[in-house]
C-alpha cells in the first residue's frame, strides 16, 4: 500500500496529465480522426454497469462517426488487465478506457504494485456519470433495513458474505467501511463483474452486495432482488422508497461513484479534445440523459482538466480510507 505522502505529486501529475504530449502531436491527427476502428475496454464482465454505460456510448459513437465501436471486455485482477491494456496501447485514441471510480482510483493504495501508472499513464478524458449505489440482498433474508442487517451481521459474526465486481472496487471500499463503522464482519467474496455478483445474490449464495443502479435495476424489478439502503446523500428519484444510509443511522457510509473515459498518456490533444466533445454530446442527448436517468445516474460530462483534479481527489481520499479501515486488495 503506497503511503498518504506520496500522493502529494498526485496532484501536479493529474493537472499535466492532459499536456503529456509532444508540441507536434498535439496539432495533428485530430482532423481525420477517427479512420478506423474504436476500442472500449472494460474491466469487468458483460451484464454489470461499466458494461452497460459502454455500450450505450459505443452505439451512439458508432452511428455519428461511422465507424465500429467495440466494447472489449477484459475482466479480472481487479481491472488491473484492462488498465494495463490501455495504459500500453498506442496513444492514438483508438484504445479506450472506460471506469468506474473505485478500483482506478483505490487500486494504487490497495495493491503494493501495479503494471502501470494510475495517474502519468492515462490522459483523461471525461467523468460522463455519477451512480447511485445501494446495498442489496436476496428477498428471502431476514433483514428490511440496515440496522436490521446490522443485527444479524453480529448475531452471526463471520457467516455472511457480501459480494463485488472486484477487490477494489467501491462495492468492496463500502463495504469494508460499513465492517469498520458497524464493527462487525461480512467476508468478501470478489466476482470479475458486476453482472456474476448480482446472479450470486439473486441466487441467494451471497448474504448482501453493494451495486450499482444500472446492473441492479433488472433484478429489482423482477423482483430478484430488494433494495436495503441507498449510499448517496440523497434518495434515489428512481426508488424514492428507499432510504440512504444516512438516514438509516449511518452517514458515513455515504458513497458515490462516477465513471468515466480515459486514453493512454501522450494521446494528442486534438483528439482527447474531439473525443471529449462527442461523449458529452452523446450524453446531453434527451434520449441517452432519459435513459441515464432510468439507471440512477446524473449526467456530467466534464472537461479533461475537471475529470482529472475528480482523480486527483479520490486518489487522495480513498488512500486515507483503506488505511485508516485497514482494507487490502484480495
Not at 2 to 21: I, N, P, Y
Request: charged share 15%; net charge positive; aromatic share 6%.
Amino acid at each position: 500500500m503506497q503511503s498518504l505522502t506520496l500522493t502529494g505529486a498526485v496532484a501536479a501529475f493529474c493537472l499535466l496529465a492532459v499536456a503529456l504530449v509532444a508540441p507536434a502531436q498535439s496539432q495533428g491527427g485530430a482532423q481525420d480522426y477517427p479512420q478506423r476502428p474504436i476500442r472500449l475496454v472494460v474491466g469487468y464482465a458483460p451484464g454489470g454497469s461499466t458494461d452497460i454505460f459502454s455500450r450505450i456510448l459505443g452505439s451512439h459513437m458508432t452511428q455519428n462517426w461511422g465507424q465500429q465501436v467495440v466494447v472489449d471486455n477484459r475482466s479480472g485482477a481487479s481491472a488491473q488487465i484492462a488498465t494495463d491494456i490501455v495504459a500500453k496501447a498506442p496513444p492514438d485514441g483508438y484504445t479506450l478506457l472506460v471506469t468506474p471510480s473505485g478500483t482506478h482510483t483505490a487500486n494504487v493504495s490497495l495493491f503494493k504494485k501495479l503494471p502501470y501508472d494510475t495517474v502519468k499513464d492515462f490522459a483523461p478524458v471525461t467523468l460522463f456519470g455519477w451512480v447511485t449505489n445501494m446495498i442489496v440482498t436476496h428477498p428471502s433474508t431476514p433483514v428490511s433495513t440496515l440496522q436490521e442487517l446490522i443485527q444479524l451481521a453480529k448475531s452471526k459474526p463471520g457467516e455472511l458474505t457480501y459480494a463485488t465486481s472486484s477487490a477494489g472496487s467501491v462495492g468492496h471500499l463500502s463495504a469494508e467501511l460499513l465492517n469498520s463503522l458497524a464493527g462487525i464482519k461480512i467476508v468478501h467474496v470478489p466476482y470479475k463483474g458486476g453482472g456474476p455478483a448480482l446472479t450470486a445474490i439473486a441466487s441467494n449464495e451471497i448474504s448482501i452486495m453493494f451495486a450499482a443502479l444500472p446492473s441492479a435495476s433488472p433484478f429489482i424489478q423482477a423482483k430478484r432482488i430488494k433494495p436495503i439502503a441507498v449510499t448517496s446523500p440523497k434518495r434515489s428519484p428512481v426508488l424514492p422508497d428507499v432510504p440512504t444510509v444516512a438516514e438509516s443511522g449511518l452517514p458515513g457510509l455515504a458513497v458515490r461513484e462516477w465513471y468515466g473515459v480515459l486514453a493512454p498518456a501522450k494521446t494528442p490533444v486534438a483528439v482527447i479534445d474531439k473525443l471529449n466533445a462527442e461523449i458529452v454530446r452523446i450524453i446531453r442527448k434527451p434520449e441517452v440523459e432519459a435513459r441515464f436517468a432510468e439507471l440512477g445516474t446524473d449526467v456530467v460530462g466534464n472537461t479533461p482538466r475537471e475529470f482529472a483534479k475528480q482523480i486527483d481527489s479520490d486518489i487522495r481520499m480513498w488512500a486515507k480510507v483503506i488505511k485508516e479501515a485497514g482494507i487490502q486488495g484480495n
